[in-house]
């Protein structure tokens, strides 16, 4: 199946530090990737939706400028928190959609990132 | 946004086929629906998904109701390496698309 990597797949930061992740389809291309956070226990919750070449739309009570997306290129979209403050501290998990029509539609999932802020 | 409703938690024996059920009554004509897994620390991995007919692949067969409001992921032999959490998920088709997760089924299999 396809690969979806992303890096780190943790790190630790202290207060006030932004921290950048990314995610990279290794062989395909996706024009959309999402982007999820998770907190221990619990499901997944979307952030935002990221499509090649174009702003991300951000989901409801997502700060659009904590959280920055950029989706340069059809393989690699990357998730800077910014200023990030320990109730940033989450997994953080980026997917791609590969296929298609929604027919052949599916996602592929990076491994994670597990944010730590001190 | 379309919802799904899960168990929260199903345990199965070793061997044995494990139904987990998912309602999606809202579900509009044009939903796909799609099936995750979660192992513990890791990203979900894709398992199946379908719009009407019934449909298998070797991790699982998906069976959907006439009416589509709901539909059964089914592990024909549940292996120790199937505990994980199960997501349903309706793959939206109207406005901008998105893939929202429900809570969930943690299946537990027992040696």
């Known amino acids: 199946g396809a690969v979806v990597s992303q890096h780190p797949s943790r790190v630790i930061c202290k207060s006030g530090t932004s921290v950048k992740i990314e995610c990279r389809s290794l062989d395909f291309q996706a024009t959309t990737m999402f982007w999820y956070r998770q907190f221990p226990k619990q499901s997944l919750m979307l952030m935002a939706t990221s499509n090649e070449g174009s702003k991300a739309t951000y989901e409801q009570g997502v700060e659009k400028d904590k959280f920055l997306i950029n989706h340069a290129s059809l393989t690699l979209s990357t998730l800077t928190v910014t200023s990030a403050h320990p109730e940033d501290s989450s997994f953080y998990i980026c997917s791609a959609r590969e296929g298609i029509t929604r027919h052949n539609e599916k996602l592929f999932f990076g491994s994670g990132t597990q944010l730590s802020v001190l | 946004d379309a919802k799904t409703t899960q168990p929260n938690s199903m345990e199965s024996n070793e061997e044995e086929p494990v139904h987990l059920p998912c309602n999606h009554s809202t579900i509009s004509g044009t939903d796909y629906i799609h099936w995750y897994r979660q192992l513990p620390s890791q990203g979900p991995e894709y398992v199946i998904h379908g719009l009407t007919s019934n449909v298998n692949n070797r991790m699982a067969s998906l069976a959907i109701a006439e009416d589509r409001k709901s539909s059964t992921l089914i592990l024909h032999r549940a292996t120790l390496r199937d505990a994980a959490v199960y997501y349903c998920?309706?793959?939206?088709?109207?406005?901008?698309?998105?893939?929202?997760f429900g809570t969930g089924t943690r299946l537990k299999v027992l040696a």
């Open positions: 998920i309706l793959r939206t088709t109207s406005g901008t698309y998105k893939y929202i």
